[in-house]
């Protein structure tokens, strides 16, 4: 349970699956999306995928990442609801 909190207390793999929580993205998305370059962004989703928060598909030379299930889309949101609930943004 700590690393997937640790997974989601870092800014840029928050955005990740705040992005992710909608929409199938590719990482090009995901780099446009989040603000950080293409490896910072393949870095972050190693980090989400060694922990099953996300997962991905091929097509051909093109790679869609989503979020592994429904109860990572449910931490998610139990998160940004709580972050409204006291103020905060959603955002990371």
């Known amino acids: 349970m700590a690393s997937i909190f640790g997974a ?9 699956l705040l992005a992710l929580r ?3 993205l590719c990482v090009c ?17 190693k980090v989400l995928r060694d922990l099953q928060l996300v997962t991905f ?3 051909g030379k093109l790679v869609r990442y989503r979020l592994a299930d429904d109860h ?5 949101d139990v998160a940004a609801e709580h972050a409204v ?7 990371a």
């Open 8 to 16: 989601l207390a870092d800014p840029t793999r928050l955005r990740i």
């Open 22 to 24: 909608s929409n199938e």
């Open 29 to 45: 998305d995901l780099v446009e999306l989040t603000g950080v370059t293409q490896s910072a962004v393949s870095h972050q989703l």
């Open 57 to 59: 598909r091929r097509e």
């Open 72 to 76: 990572v889309a449910s931490l998610v």
């Open 85 to 91: 609930e006291i103020g905060g943004e959603t955002g």
